[in-house]
């Protein structure tokens, strides 16, 4: 279906009316989290801290809670919790090479300027597109020269779209994500003196798509969508979200070494245990010098649901990334965070007895902030049980296992009771959970109506689930062998948005 927007004003305020109070009506829409006043939400586009404040851009459809012709939101804070919705930054032109929509791109700063660097998409032609803006990042101008590269690089491609924009040695240079068809996925160099004329350089890293299959969860895809180049603590760090045939699958990321213009691969790694929960991530350096990221937490229900409740797609948390000790990126929560944070229950330390399961009846609901530091004796698991009904007939559990080796272990959420609706997804997520020799995980879950983004000793996994009984709120633990709870910290959220916002700020 196509909306047309040279209708009459009149009908697209019915329309949009419509979206914004049914979204507020879904229990499923989360409170905390950022999400759209409604319609269609993806990638996080233009992520700066911008004198002061923090500038969070994404890719939007305000007509309907479909990826259809999109345009830019943009939301404005200044502690990376609480959230201004800010003018559409972009919308799609009447003509040229916008005229499909304004797909993913940055926020960089030329001389004072800022300056946007954004796919422009013209049928089935998808190219790099500039716009300036206000100083207040308010009002945007799309420049005249439009697309400022006009063709991809020769050859077969699968896709050519997104960008990450830098500034080196005086002179601008983009990553612009690709594939080449029957090799893997690949970031193409370019290099530039004003973002306008851009000298292709070359293939900064091609990726190899026949090394394993899409059933594997490192594959790396035969194009890679919002590849996002940093250094963080000296190590040179290349994510991207592999992507297949219109396929999302999972961010991942290179270590490495970022030189010339190559980059030289060390190890291969995943960004976030949900795949494609959390997709499309981007990241930026505040004024405190924290490398922020955010990502997009994909729906897990079908077009029919999403249709009814008026939008979809929502944000993840901001996250502070840092590098660990085994060089792999630590992830968690920006502290900014607690201060949402409201009727604490603090649950003393008792061991968890193999076999048992315990009712924590002190904590309950839907917006939850769980903080809990386990300790596993070789072979054992612990169970944290959330959104429970009472009956237990929906319930959604994260696991942590210790190997009986002791030094390996695994992170798991089971989704096959999260919900009684057959329709929606309910695959179980799981990766590597690195212990040291005492078996101790610190676990933090972050629960927000269909939003879970779980962490465990510095590692992600982000889901979706979506209970239908309004007393699938309770929480418990579990053990499987001997499994003592060192403390366990728990607060009710509060939440950042209420009413309707409107479409169009």
């Known amino acids: 279906?196509?909306?047309?927007?040279?209708?009459?004003?009149?009908?697209?305020?019915?329309?949009?009316?419509?979206?914004?109070?049914?979204?507020?009506?879904?229990?499923?829409?989360?409170?905390?989290?950022?999400?759209?006043?409604?319609?269609?939400?993806?990638?996080?586009?233009?992520?700066?801290?911008?004198?002061?404040?923090?500038?969070?851009?994404?890719?939007?459809?305000?007509?309907?809670?479909?990826?259809?012709?999109?345009?830019?939101?943009?939301?404005?804070?200044?502690?990376?919790?609480?959230?201004?919705?800010?003018?559409?930054?972009?919308?799609?032109?009447?003509?040229?090479?916008?005229?499909?929509?304004?797909?993913?791109?940055?926020?960089?700063?030329?001389?004072g300027t800022p300056t946007l660097v954004y796919s422009g998409r013209h049928g089935e032609r998808e190219l790099p597109c500039v716009a300036t803006g206000s100083p207040d990042l308010r009002s945007w101008h799309k420049d005249p020269a439009n697309p400022v590269i006009a063709a991809p690089p020769e050859g077969d491609l699968t896709a050519f779209r997104d960008h990450?924009?830098?500034?080196?040695?005086?002179?601008?240079?983009?990553?612009?994500?690709?594939?080449?068809?029957?090799?893997?996925?690949?970031?193409?160099?370019?290099?530039?003196?004003?973002?306008?004329?851009?000298?292709?350089?070359?293939?900064?890293?091609?990726?190899?798509?026949?090394?394993?299959?899409?059933?594997?969860?490192?594959?790396?895809?035969?194009?890679?969508?919002?590849?996002?180049?940093?250094?963080?603590?000296?190590?040179?760090?290349?994510?991207?979200?592999?992507?297949?045939?219109?396929a999302t699958h999972y961010p991942l990321y290179w270590t490495g070494q970022y030189e010339g213009d190559t980059f030289t691969p060390r190890e291969l790694h995943r960004?976030?245990?949900g795949q494609r929960y959390f997709y499309a991530p981007q990241s930026t350096r505040d004024a405190l010098g924290r490398r922020i990221m955010f990502g997009w937490l994909q729906e897990g229900r079908d077009e029919d649901a999403m249709a009814e409740a008026g939008w979809c797609g929502v944000m993840s948390l901001p996250r502070v990334v840092t590098?660990?000790?085994?060089?792999?990126?630590?992830?968690?929560?920006?502290?900014?965070?607690?201060?949402l944070r409201r009727e604490a229950v603090h649950t003393a330390a008792f061991v968890v007895?193999?076999?048992?399961?315990?009712?924590?009846?002190?904590?309950?609901?839907?917006?939850?902030?769980?903080?809990?530091?386990?300790?596993?004796?070789?072979?054992?698991?612990?169970?944290?049980?959330?959104?429970?009904?009472?009956?237990?007939?929906?319930?959604?559990?994260?696991?942590?296992?210790?190997?009986?080796?002791?030094?390996?272990?695994?992170?798991?959420?089971?989704?096959?009771?999260?919900?009684?609706?057959?329709?929606?997804?309910?695959?179980?997520?799981?990766?590597?959970?690195?212990?040291?020799?005492d078996g101790a995980v610190d676990l933090r879950v972050l629960v927000d109506h269909s939003a879970l983004e779980i962490f465990a000793n510095g590692l992600a996994l982000a889901a979706r689930i979506y209970p239908t009984r309004p007393d699938a709120l309770g929480v418990g633990i579990a053990a499987v062998g001997a499994v003592a709870m060192e403390r366990l910290d728990a607060w009710q959220m509060t939440a950042v948005f209420d009413g309707p916002r409107p479409l169009w700020p």
Request: charged share 25%.
């Open 164 to 246: 990450c924009v830098w500034r080196e040695n005086g002179k601008w240079r983009q990553l612009v994500g690709s594939g080449i068809r029957g090799v893997g996925g690949t970031a193409f160099l370019y290099e530039s003196e004003d973002l306008r004329g851009w000298r292709y350089v070359g293939p900064l890293l091609t990726g190899d798509a026949s090394t394993g299959t899409a059933a594997d969860l490192d594959w790396t895809g035969t194009m890679w969508e919002c590849v996002d180049l940093f250094r963080i603590d000296g190590a040179d760090i290349l994510a991207f979200s592999a992507w297949d045939e219109g």
């Open 323 to 339: 590098l660990g000790a085994d060089g792999r990126l630590v992830q968690a929560p920006v502290p900014e965070l607690a201060r």
């Open 1 to 111: 279906m196509t909306h047309d927007l040279t209708l009459p004003r009149a009908r697209h305020q019915d329309a949009r009316r419509s979206l914004a109070e049914r979204a507020v009506l879904d229990p499923h829409r989360p409170r905390f989290h950022f999400t759209a006043p409604g319609g269609w939400l993806n990638d996080p586009n233009g992520l700066a801290h911008w004198n002061g404040v923090y500038h969070l851009f994404y890719q939007y459809n305000p007509l309907a809670a479909a990826h259809h012709r999109i345009h830019w939101g943009h939301a404005t804070s200044r502690d990376l919790i609480n959230w201004t919705d800010e003018p559409v930054a972009l919308v799609p032109g009447t003509d040229g090479p916008d005229r499909d929509g304004c797909w993913s791109g940055v926020l960089v700063d030329d001389g």
């Open 353 to 437: 007895t193999d076999g048992t399961y315990v009712r924590l009846d002190d904590v309950a609901g839907d917006q939850l902030d769980i903080e809990t530091t386990l300790r596993l004796a070789p072979g054992a698991a612990a169970r944290l049980v959330v959104r429970e009904s009472v009956d237990g007939s929906e319930r959604t559990v994260i696991e942590v296992s210790r190997a009986a080796d002791s030094t390996t272990g695994t992170l798991r959420l089971h989704r096959e009771a999260s919900s009684l609706d057959p329709s929606v997804d309910s695959e179980p997520r799981y990766g590597e959970l690195p212990l040291n020799g």
């Open 271 to 273: 960004l976030d245990y």
